[in-house]
């Protein structure tokens, strides 16, 4: 069974950074497609940055560059750097993932989600 787990959460600053990250396990491909959403309370859920495992999606994160994503294939791991944050940033993030070939982009449906790890920021 899939098996997405976050973890990397809590309270900071502004201006600080925070590194989530998310151990996938069961997947039963070796090409997916992972992303990152956060839920703001009051907010839809929006995607933060997409990485598949053959490199496409915007690994770059947010436009003005503060977030990244980046994986570490061996071990199954993939992270969500966040730097310079903001309070806006604040909320319950989330990995989710996705398989069948294609550009990997925020926009697609994910089957696979983790629990969560929260992230509050400070002013």
């Known amino acids: 069974q899939v098996k997405l787990v976050e973890s990397g959460g809590g309270s900071v600053q502004s201006g600080d950074s925070l590194r989530l990250s998310c151990v996938a396990s069961?997947?039963?491909?070796?090409?997916?497609?992972m992303v990152w959403f956060r839920q703001s309370p009051g907010k839809e859920r929006e995607g933060v940055a997409a990485l598949g495992t053959d490199g496409s999606g915007s690994a770059g994160g947010t436009p003005d560059g503060r977030f990244t994503i980046s994986k570490d294939k061996a071990k199954n791991i993939w992270y969500l750097q966040m730097n310079n944050l903001k309070s806006e940033d604040g909320g319950m993030y989330y990995c989710?993932?996705?398989w069948g070939g294609g550009y990997c982009y925020t926009g697609r449906p994910f089957g696979h989600w983790g629990q969560g790890t929260q992230v509050t920021v400070s002013s």
């Open positions: 069961e997947i039963p491909y070796s090409s997916y497609c």
């Open positions: 989710a993932a996705t």
